[in-house]
Each structure stands twice: as C-alpha cells, then as structure tokens.
C-alpha cells in the first residue's frame, strides 16, 4: 500500500516535474528562512556562552553581591581550598573574566581576559593547536581561536591591557563571551591586568571571579550547591547551565529567536496546507477517477503524503545549501552557521509542520466522491 | 485593473490563502526589523542618545565603555583642548537594582548636572542632588516610574526617580542616571577596598560653530591614552551592536526572499490554472497589457493587504510584549518594509507576467485538442 502511494506520488512530481521544482523552491526559501533564523540564535549564544560550556563543571560559585554575573563575581581564593571536602565535590577551580584589549599583528582587538587555575574545571576544554597555560607561568597566553584572523601564531608575542607582553603557546575553540573572543591566562597574570584596567578593584592576586565545582559522578548537583551554600558565608551557587542563563542577553536573545523561529516554521505549514489544498482542488477529477476504479482511500492519502515528504526532504536540503553558503558569504558581523544538531532539531520541526499542513487537504481528499468521476465535463 | 480587482472580491477563497501566507511573511519581517531595531536602541541608546557632541574613552577600552577608566586628569586635559566648549566626567557601572522588593540589573550612569551628557527629558526633571536619578520610560512597567525609589544594592545608598528619559538604555537593562557625586558614592560603597573612584569617560561639548570633527581629531592629538569619538559613532561600534545589526539584517533579507519565493509561485499557479480562461480573453479582444496589470494589482493589493493586517498585528503585539521580547513598530518602519515586500513581490511576478504574455489566442480556437 505504503509503495504504491509513493509510486504514485512520485509519478505525479515526475510529471509536472516544472511545479514540482517551484513547490520545492517555495519551501526551500522558506526553510532557509527557518535554517538562518535558527543559525543566527544558535551562532550568537554559542559566542556569548563559550567561555562557560567550554568547562567541564557543574557548578559555579559567585558572590552574592554579583548575581550570577561573571563580570562582576568575586570571591577570595582562599574561600575554596576547603570546598573537596564538602560531600560530592570532586574538584575545584577558579576563574575570573574582564574586558580589555589585546595588541595583535593585525592591530589592537577588544578581548575578555580570563584568568583560571590550570589542571581545573576552570580549565578551557577544547584545546585545537599548542597548549594551555599552567599556574606560575608568568607571561604565557592562550588565545581563542578567531584571533588567528589577526595575523597571531603560536610562539608570537601579544600585549595585553596596554603593557603586559605575553607569549601564545595554545589556542582554544567555541570559548567566546558576549560575542569577543577570550584569552586565557593563569590568574596572577589576570589580577595584574585587571588592576590595570579597572583600577578600582584594586590588584588582589587571592581574590578571583567565580569558583568552579566538578561533582562526583552520581552526586545531585543541587544536593552538593546546597552543601556549598552552608559551609560558605555570602556565595550563590548555581548549576552550569544555569551560569549560561545569567550571562546578559543571553535569555532575552533565546526567548526573541524561539518565536521567531516558531513564527516561521508555522509559515512553512501554512504554505504546504496551501499548496497541497491547490494541488488536491486541481486534481479532484482525477483522484475522483483514481478511487472510481478501486484505489482505496488510504492509497489516495498516501500519495498526497508521500509528495509533501519528498518536498519536505528536497526543500530541507535546498534551505540547508542555501543556509551554508550564506553563512559563508555573509559579513563576519553576522554570526551565521549552520551545525548538525541545529539541522536536524530544525528540520524535526519543519517535518512536523509539513505533517500538519498536509493533513488539512487530507479531508478534502477523504469527501471526494467516485462518483464525481462520472460527470462529464466536471473538474 | 478594475479585472483584477473584481477577481480579487469573487473568488476569496483562492487569493486568502496566499494572503495569509503573505501576511505572516510580512509579520516576521516587521519582527526582525521591530526586533532589531529595539534590540540595538537597548543596547546602545544611552550612548547614540547623549546630549554630548563627543564621547572620550581610554585606548585600552577598545571602544568598549566596561573596560574604560580615564583620570581626573585626562578630563582636565581634554577641558583645555581648543574648540572644546565643556568637559565632564560620566561614570556607568553595573550595579544590582531593587524597586518593588524586585532586584534587577541595572546599569548606573552618573552626570555632571547640566553639563555635557546629561540626559534630555520627556518628563519630569533632571537630578540635582544625592539621592535624585531618572530612568527610561521603556522600564516602567519593571517599577522604575516617577517617585519610584530604586535600592542600589549592597551600597545602603537609595535614589528617588525624579525624571524620565526616552530611548536611553544599555546594555539592554534598566538604566538609571544620577549626580556624578551619587555615582561615586555608589561605585566607592561597592569597592569599599579601593582608593580611587576614577570616571568612565569624558563627555565633551564643541565649542559654539565648532565642527565636531575638529574637537574629535584635537583631543586625538592630546598625549594621553584617549580616543575620542562622535556619539553616534562610538553607539554603533560598542560590542554586540554589529552582530545584532547584521543578524537581523540578514534574517529580513531573507524573510523579503521568502515573500518573493511565496508571491512568484502562486502566481504562476495560478495563472497555469486559469490558462483556459485567459486565452479565451485574448482570444476576444483582451490586450495582454491589460491581463498583466490585473495580475500586477492582485499582486499590489494581497501585498499592501498583508502589510496592513501586519502592521496592526506588529503594533499590537509590541504594545503587550513583555520587557523580555523588545518589540518595536513605527509607521516609518512599516513603510519600509511595506515597498521593500512590494518590490520583492512584483519582481516575482515575472514568471507569470512571461508566461500570461506568452499566451496565444488562436490556442482558444483548439480548445481541448
């Protein structure tokens, strides 16, 4: 049943193969739509969140005062050294963020600073050339990865905050922080930058950003965050993923691209509903006669689905090609890509929404009458 | 013209789908560009918006307002530039915030009053004194209105809100704007450890008929580590503004592609459905020119028919838009948009235009065969 409805489904494209090919250029452009808005909120909070989901932790530490921003956090190192031996921890690390800017061969780049214990959670995850920097190392750098666009290379020479050389001996990936690309430095290194460039907190080597917790495998997270919050004076602590969440613009940025998204994806079945609507009004006589000579109704609808499918595959494919090279021809202002996982969450939806607008022309086919195939004269 | 219309009226039931589509298309494209535009306003405002000629930074800052401090000193230096009228220091620190017993970021600005960079008012009046600020009417509906008292937290230092500014945010989050002395007070309860307060940039006004080209290329020849920039000019290079601009630019550019993609294929569907009858019409006399522009006004009416049922749905939905969805909608805004998705649309139709020019009427006199 189920290869007769796509035999027939596949005939009908093949011979009106002129708008078939129009079918699917539609909904390619409307899934390229849905594909870049997607990309788009994808690529921005990839670039504003790296420098926390690149940590293998589950937990993050503030001050209370800081309301979970990273900018803002600060608590005493010292405050940690005892944190392994609250139940469920299995490690500690710190880390700590400030803006500044980087000399680079190309030229002077905004840049976050991030200072964190080696050998850590609070070390960066994704190393892809060289290596990263150990505690003690005085004048040791590693860079996000887009920096190579300035020209720098491993073994070159950087200044950072005006007056502190150091040298690139790594470079890391998907590690960003509110769209600038980070430099990761050990923290002594980071308090002498950061009281250069925001005097007022004064230079405190022992006074970090946030503390970082991995938990043992097993252990509640939220059991361990309460254990911390006891055995602590004035910190807030909080799940990763809900770190991620305080990083500013990161919800309402989520919140605005899901409706859009959303908006767009129910645009793409609208428009199947209507072309599938059209397609089964122009063809009534002929599926009138389809069903007249015994093709059941099943087999009838089963083709209609099976040509909203094959539109829906092609029309993804086409949207994904076009989204690509869109994102490899657009402006690097706009943070455009296009990742595996996006796609195929994505092209879910899009598959769901093709399902749903076909079901509208499904009733139309379910009323037509064989009869129909009797009037002479009658479309 | 008057064919396409009547065509239009008479069969509803074949144009009101592909308006509906059409309509929705043109919501998402007011959406990105009301977005968008909101999005950078929020971002960006306090700053595109100063009443200063000429916002000065540190080098190091990188255009970025969080990491610049500058001296004392710098603002007395950049005072004494020629065909710089005035010179104050303006503080911003992001500071907790509690109205109502809410505690909500906030992004703390001190003036000078009444010197270069305090803000215009759309009500009430500037602060004075300690304790006074005024915010943007865009968070009064978190609590920050007139005669609301704003908690800076962890400082013990409260502000009465005595004004209300328009379009003056960043950062995205309430903005408050105090007495350079309050803001100071605030920053050295907040860094109780520090010895200095230091301002975050300078705020320049030219002098009387001077260009602010000239007092920006001065203050860059000072021997201190500042760069000076036009206000606008530092708005639209601060971080994130670029991104934001692009991605939205790029999605209602591709939105206006998928209006064109949606027009251009229904038409030629439909003018294929209705080959028969368009030949007959040549056929007895109807010029093609004619039969084109009744398909161009099917096209200009579903278009300015979704742009105006899109506008209304926009400017309802930005005015009950929760503060976490920055929405905005202006008549200047839907005109953009309204001929941008007008010109994508009848440029689309050139497929059906070909095709209905195409059309032979001898064919009507072998109808069938």
Known sequence: ?379 | MRLGLRELVRSPGRFAPVGAAVTLLVILVLVFAGVGSRHVDDLNGAVARSSADVLVLSTGAQGSIQASRVSAEDVHAVARVAGVGAAAPVGEVRVGGIVDDTLRDVSLWGVVPGGPGTPELVEGRAPRALGEAVVDVADRALGFDLGARVEIADTGHTVQVVGLTEGRRFASIPTVTVTYPQWEAVVDAIFADADDVEPTMIAVDAGPGVPVEQVVAAIGMLDRDLVANAAPQLAAGLPGVAGVRASFAVATIVGLLAVSAVVGLFFLLITALRQDTLTMLRAVGVPARSLTAALVTQVVTIVLGAALVGGVVVAVAAAVAPPRLPLEMSPRLLATVTAAALAVAVVATVGAVRRLRAIDPAEALVGGA
């Not at chain 1, 390229?32 to 993050?60: H, Q």
Request: overall charge neutral; proline content about 6%.
């Open chain 1, 1 to 379: 049943m189920i290869a007769v409805a796509a035999r027939i489904a596949g005939a009908e494209l093949r011979r009106a193969l002129g708008r078939s090919v129009l079918s699917a250029l539609t909904l390619s452009a409307l899934m390229f739509l849905t594909l870049t808005l997607a990309g788009l909120a994808d690529t921005l909070d990839r670039g504003s969140t790296g420098v926390l989901r690149t940590l293998d932790a589950d937990l993050v530490i503030f001050n209370q005062e800081a309301r979970q921003q990273l900018l803002r956090s600060r608590i005493p190192r010292p405050m940690t050294i005892g944190l392994p031996f609250v139940d469920g921890v299995h490690s500690v690390g710190t880390i700590g963020l400030v803006p500044t800017s980087a000399r680079m061969p190309a030229g002077d780049v905004r840049v976050t600073l991030v200072g964190f214990s080696a050998r850590t959670p609070a070390e960066p995850t994704r190393v892809v050339e060289g290596r990263l920097p150990v505690d003690g190392e005085p004048r040791i750098a590693a860079l996000d990865v887009s920096l190579k666009a300035q020209g720098v290379r491993l073994g070159d020479t950087i200044v950072l905050g005006g007056d502190r050389e150091v040298e690139v001996v790594g470079f890391v990936e998907d590690a960003r922080f509110l769209q600038q690309p980070t430099v990761w430095v050990p923290p002594d290194v980071w308090a002498l930058v950061r009281a250069r460039v925001a005097p007022e907190a004064g230079y405190a080597e022992q006074l970090v950003g946030a503390g970082v917790v991995r938990v043992f495998p097993g252990a509640d997270p939220g059991e361990v965050a309460a254990a911390i919050e006891a055995e602590l004076d004035g910190v807030e602590v909080v799940t990763l993923e809900d770190a991620i969440t305080s990083i500013p613009g990161v919800d309402v940025q989520r919140g605005t691209f899901t409706v859009l998204v959303a908006v767009s994806i129910a645009v793409v079945s609208f428009v199947v509903g209507l072309l599938s609507v059209l397609e089964v009004t122009e063809r009534r006589r002929q599926l009138a006669i389809l069903r007249a000579v015994g093709a059941p109704r099943r087999v009838v609808r089963g083709a209609l689905i099976a040509r909203s499918m094959l539109l829906w595959a092609v029309a993804l494919v086409g949207g994904s090609v076009a989204t690509w090279l869109l994102a490899r021809v657009a402006p690097d202002a706009a943070p455009l890509g296009l990742r595996w996982p996006v796609l195929a969450v994505v092209g879910g939806g899009l598959l769901v929404a093709t399902v749903i607008g076909t079901a509208v022309a499904l009733g139309r086919v379910s009323r037509i009458d064989p009869a129909t195939a009797m009037q002479v004269g009658q479309a």
